[in-house]
């Protein structure tokens, strides 16, 4: 076993040398200060990039607790930009949640909160645009050990991102992928990339623990692993009812997925953790030490179930219909000949405009159209025809079983993009997907819904507040795909 060490993340930033693993320190919550400020970044040797960072770092300070503890948190903005922070996944109060409480230039503010369920989360800037601010580097996890954890071999959190940079590390705007969402050129796992992604160290017959979150702002990771299996035990921090064995993992933005790996392999192979897109970087490799342990017995222990007797039969109480529209400025008086053309003009394949960025440098707030920009239109992602802030919103009772339809019409473009919703404040049950149950009982906090499919969620709130309901995909969020549960 590699021994502990425990450092108060409190006071000593985590260094880029040290791995997000719980072997090299765990956590002591009691108060914790967030320095947001810009920093270079070195992504790998020869590759520094400039970030916006909570504590120096990207990922930013990890936030380790156990359940049942309080989190004090004070986030120093020295940042050029105002900013929120989001604790993404946690069911707090919502006057803690982050989104409504605008932390300036210069000025700080304090959360305090108890966290009462373990698993995997994160925390992110929710300032609008939110794209910028994320893309920055604004995100750390945050995670809340259950006393099961601690038998693991490892418990490691592998947070991936992509970045759109030029060979000096420039951050380029649009996307690398000519599609209108932020894609990048770059792959990274814990802010590193290629060589400079540290090994996961194995000794055979041990079981490691890997939490895995997508803080990507647009794209989806598949990751494979080879030799090994995945044992799925956590979808956004909720522990299965029914564990599941699989060799490739699927994270759209947002989610998080905990899986156990058995260290069944052999001193001398070679084996990785790697993206459907190796190429771009993210490849973790499994390294074996000499000598064997004695096999060690997973301690996770599926929880009873839990689902809503019935639910699947009710009618929804709010079918969210998700959409976009391709919008020419109407002042616009250099419209190309052939304009874009948007939902308007079902079954027209005529792909959509060049690549929109209306985020342009780093750091830029949202920045005045360019005559580029109003050639091409722009984008507006829609939820029942409306964008935020004119989507109605959804109106529930406390401790009401809220049941949501959530279809995904959005299949008249050339992209077919996915939309993954995430509801802040609560956790939601998966009670269908296109009117079939989920293979096992799941909850999550961001659910995928692909082109042209539907998915059913029921959930309840338990804290009073006006909570964000938004696409995950940080373009089509700050491009209008928003909308609020209002819970009284
Ligand atoms: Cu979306």
Not at 297 to 312: L, R, T, Y
Not at 416 to 441: C, L, W, Y
């Amino acid at each position: 076993m590699v021994p502990k060490k425990t450092i108060a993340i409190g006071v000593i930033a985590v260094t880029a040398a040290i791995a997000l693993s719980f072997n090299s320190f765990s956590g002591q919550a009691s108060s914790i200060k967030l320095d947001m400020k810009e920093v270079n970044w070195e992504i790998k040797p020869g590759l520094t990039t400039k970030v916006w960072s909570y504590g120096g770092t990207v990922p930013g300070t990890p936030i380790i607790i156990k359940k049942g503890e309080t989190v004090n948190v004070t986030g120093v903005n020295n940042l050029p930009s105002a900013t929120t922070i989001h604790w993404h996944g946690l069911v707090i109060p919502n006057d803690q949640d982050g989104p409504g409480k605008t932390i300036k230039p210069g000025e700080k503010y304090s959360y305090s909160f108890k966290v009462n369920e373990s698993g995997t989360y994160w925390y992110h800037s929710h300032y609008r645009p939110v794209l910028d601010q994320v893309d920055n580097g604004l995100y750390a996890p945050i995670i809340v050990k259950a006393p099961e954890d601690e038998k693991y071999s490892g418990d490691h959190i592998y947070i991936i991102d992509d970045w759109y940079l030029d060979s000096n590390g420039n951050r380029l705007s649009g996307t690398a992928r000519g599609e209108m969402e932020r894609f990048g050129n770059i792959e990274t796992v814990n802010g590193k990339s290629g060589s400079a992604i540290e090994p996961l160290a194995v000794k055979k017959g041990q079981l490691h623990k890997l939490r895995f979150i997508n803080a990507s702002t647009a794209a989806v990771h598949t990751i494979k692993i080879s030799g090994h299996r995945f044992r799925v035990t956590h979808t956004d921090g909720h522990a299965l009812p029914s564990p599941y064995e699989s060799d490739v993992l699927t994270l759209s933005p947002g989610e998080r997925i905990d899986a156990e790996v058995a260290a069944i392999g052999d001193v001398g192979q070679v084996y990785a953790i790697e993206s459907d897109r190796p190429e771009l970087g993210l490849i973790i490799p499994i390294k074996y030490q000499d000598g064997q342990v004695n096999l060690v017995a997973s301690p996770f222990v599926p929880p009873q179930a839990k689902g809503f007797a019935g639910i699947e039969s009710r009618t929804p109480d709010f079918t969210l219909d998700l959409n976009s529209v391709m919008e020419m400025p109407s002042h616009n008086n250099m419209a190309p000949a052939s304009p874009a053309v948007g939902h308007a003009s079902h079954g027209n394949s005529t792909p959509p405009a060049a690549p929109i960025n209306s985020h342009g440098g780093h750091g830029a707030p949202a920045q005045a159209v360019t005559s580029e920009m109003q050639m091409q239109g722009s984008m507006r992602w829609t939820i029942n025809g409306q964008s935020y802030p004119n989507v109605p919103p959804l109106e529930v009772k406390l401790g009401q079983i809220v049941k949501v339809r959530i279809v995904n019409n959005d299949i008249s473009t050339a992209e077919k993009m996915d939309h993954p919703i995430h509801i802040h404040g609560t956790e939601f049950q998966i009670v269908s997907q296109n009117g079939k149950a989920p293979a096992r009982e799941t909850w999550k906090d961001t659910i995928n819904v692909p082109a042209g499919e539907y998915v059913d969620i029921a959930f309840t709130m338990t804290n009073p507040g006006t909570w964000m309901l938004h696409c995950h995909i940080l373009d089509h969020e700050d491009g209008g795909m928003m909308t609020t549960v209002v819970a009284k």
